[in-house]
T-cell receptor, first 119, second 112 residues
Framework: DTGVSQNPRHKITKRGQNVTFRCDPI?????LYWYRQTLGQGPEFLTY????????KSRLLSDRFSAERPKGSFSTLEIQRTEQGDSAMYLC?????????????????FGEGSRLTVL | AQSVTQPDIHITVSEGASLELRCNYS??????LFWYVQSPGQGLQLLLK??????LVQGIKGFEAEFKRSQSSFNLRKPTVHWSDAAEYFC??????????FGTGTSLTVIP
């Protein structure tokens, strides 16, 4: 079963370092999402791609965060100059958007997440 | 603006007892509603979803949910809880821009 895959699962880094997370979505899914989840909270939207185009970014996504999805397949989320407040679980999800504009019913399929700890 | 409220932060039930987790949504148009479950250190797994039609929706693992437009609710139920159901449960709605909005979750503890 080729579900959504995220790497690394855990990352411990020192404040000020850069980190990169990778997400491999379900192959036929054209939409890919990044969420952040902190303890006791639900997933918070960061950004999403339709194919290779980044269509929306949340205000949560500061200038230190950048996401890419080259060729519309896997995606990377990079955090530069990490801060302790960046410590969280970073979740990737993919979704198949329908062919018609009215088809909004596809659910999100989540990976197991990448947990970041900034010391 | 759309939002989801899960009033219960934490619920404890005995194994074998019934369960109901509450979810209230705020959205002006027809809501598309979901329940997800998250085990510790894992991603979210879809339990069930509602788009239209029958307001009682059946999901996986014996869960069901009932959509009540008059109460803006989409409560999750299970008649008999198993120890393996202990997890975090999230309600979500698709809102503006076709985005998912999640509640803050309800943590379920199951006692023997």
């Amino acid at each position: 079963d080729t579900g959504v895959s995220q790497n690394p699962r855990h990352k411990i880094t020192k404040r000020g370092q850069n980190v990169t997370f990778r997400c491999d979505p379900i192959s036929e899914h054209n939409r890919l999402y990044w969420y952040r989840q902190t303890l006791g909270q639900g997933p918070e939207f960061l950004t999403y791609f339709q194919n290779e185009a980044q269509l929306e970014k949340s205000r949560l996504l500061s200038d230190r965060f950048s996401a890419e999805r080259p060729k519309g397949s896997f995606s990377t989320l990079e955090i530069q100059r990490t801060e302790q407040g960046d410590s969280a679980m970073y979740l990737c999800a993919s979704r198949l958007r329908g062919r018609t504009s009215g088809d909004v019913t596809g659910e999100l399929f989540f990976g197991e997440g990448s947990r970041l700890t900034v010391l | 603006a759309q939002s989801v409220t899960q009033p219960d932060i934490h619920i404890t039930v005995s194994e074998g007892a019934s369960l109901e987790l509450r979810c209230n949504y705020s959205y002006g148009a027809t809501p598309y509603l979901f329940w997800y479950v998250q085990s510790p250190g894992q991603g979210l797994q879809l339990l069930l979803k509602y788009f239209s039609g029958d307001t009682l929706v059946q999901g996986i693992k014996g869960f069901e949910a009932e959509f009540k437009r008059s109460q803006s609710s989409f409560n999750l139920r299970k008649p008999t809880v198993h120890w393996s159901d202990a997890a975090e449960y999230f309600c979500a709605v698709i809102g503006t821009g076709n985005q998912f909005y999640f509640g803050t979750g309800t943590s379920l503890t199951v006692i023997p």
